[in-house]
């Protein structure tokens, strides 16, 4: 872990969002030995991202926003609220105006289009894996040691809830009709948006370095906008039992330990 913390931040931030991109390829793949829909196997893939996404928030974006504050007059402090605010503001704005479809309920939101509903689905993905990208980004732009630990823990988290979501995407496209082929590509494509978005948060928040702390936590509010508005929900879709709670919890906890090990 050492040697890759070495290594230039800009190219530690494109290795990372590309391993991001790898594992929700790899759980695309799955779409070709995974055949039916269980609604179990969405319950652990949603509740396990949002624990992770949770915990992610807290342990690799707020903590670090206000550990750079530390020292600095209490209003200083007082702007994070609102900065996490605006990022949830930020996501929830292209939510509402955005075509894209539901997992699980397959309902439709945004405006109007014409696209399929292969496209609808992988552009609901995009839009989850946009903030995600961002945080990965912008936790990088951090120069202090410890926050680059916490930095990579937060893009393996990622990486790890990734996985389930690639097989979240591609098997109800390929039960909608979709070659499984294609929905792996699909499934693949939602992802690699976090690589540019990466890209994009960790030079915006280098280039405009006083407002780190309040990029991180831009990216907590956008991230955990995601969970309630998106993963939560979803999780408790068609009759859903306590397992989406349950996974939930040991995603805060893989974070959790994470934190504990390589912190």
């Known amino acids: 872990m050492g040697q890759l913390l070495a290594l230039p931040a800009l190219l530690i931030v ?9 594992s929700t390829f790899l759980g695309s793949t799955l779409v070709y030995l995974v055949n039916e829909h269980h609604h179990k196997l969405n319950e652990i893939a949603l509740g ?3 624990g992770i996404m949770i915990a992610a928030t807290f342990f690799s974006l707020l903590m670090p926003a206000i550990d750079l504050l530390e020292g600095q007059p209490k209003y200083f402090l007082g702007f ?6 605006v990022g949830a503001i930020f996501v929830g704005l292209m939510d509402r105006y955005l075509p894209h479809e539901h997992l699980l309920t397959h309902e439709t939101e945004g405006r109007s289009s014409h696209f399929s509903r292969a496209k609808l689905l992988m552009f609901a993905m995009t839009l989850h894996n946009i903030p995600e990208g961002l945080a990965v980004g912008v936790a990088f732009a951090n120069p202090n040691p410890e926050a680059r630990i916490a930095a990579l823990i ?6 790890i809830q990734n996985f389930p979501e690639g097989l979240a995407i591609s098997l109800p496209m390929h039960q909608a009709g979709t070659s499984k082929f294609k929905a792996m590509m699909y499934g693949q494509y939602s992802a690699m948006v976090e690589v540019p978005a990466a890209l994009l ?19 907590g509010g956008a991230m955990l906008f995601v969970v309630v508005e998106e993963l939560i929900p979803e999780s408790k879709k068609n009759d859903a ?10 995603g805060f906890i893989i974070m959790m330990a994470l934190d504990i090990l390589l912190g």
Not at 241 to 250: A, E, R, V
Request: proline share 4%; with cysteine; hydrophobic share 60%.
């Open 14 to 22: 494109f290795l990372c969002s590309l391993f991001n991109w790898f």
């Open 154 to 159: 937060l893009s393996i988290g990622i990486g």
């Open 241 to 250: 039992t306590i397992l989406g709670s349950l996974t939930c919890m040991m």
């Open 80 to 85: 994070l609220p609102v900065a996490f605010m």
């Open 201 to 219: 948060g960790y030079l915006a928040a280098t280039i405009f370095s006083s407002i780190l702390p309040y990029a991180l936590a831009f990216a």
């Open 48 to 50: 396990s991202s949002s």
